[in-house]
């Protein structure tokens, strides 16, 4: 599922194609806003992407069963 997460004082949104479900990646906010500072997602590929949890503006989800198009797997 695509993922979009706007930061602040970032010209560009962060986007990653998550290997986690919508509610896991809801479970990981809400988890990173009791305590932690970074919440971190896996994309479908294994890489980590961390981002500072003060510092994030909005997340954006797309349809996890959407049409992809074009070259993949």
Same mark, same amino acid.
């Given at each position: 599922?695509?993922?979009?997460?706007?930061?602040?004082?970032? *010209?560009? &949104?962060?986007?990653?194609?998550? @290997?986690?479900?919508?509610?896991?990646?809801?479970? @990981?906010?809400?988890?990173?806003?009791?305590?932690? +500072?970074?919440?971190?997602?896996?994309?479908?590929? =294994?890489?980590?992407?961390?981002? *500072?949890?003060?510092?994030?503006?909005?997340? +954006?989800?797309?349809? &996890?069963? =959407?049409?992809?198009? =074009?070259? =993949?797997?």
């Amino acid at each position: 599922m695509e993922v979009r997460i706007g930061v602040q004082h970032a *010209p560009r &949104e962060i986007t990653i194609d998550a @290997a986690q479900s919508r509610d896991e990646v809801l479970a @990981a906010v809400r988890a990173a806003t009791s305590g932690d +500072e970074l919440l971190e997602l896996s994309d479908d590929r =294994g890489r980590v992407v961390a981002i *500072p949890i003060a510092r994030i503006a909005y997340i +954006e989800f797309d349809a &996890e069963d =959407g049409r992809r198009v =074009g070259f =993949g797997e």
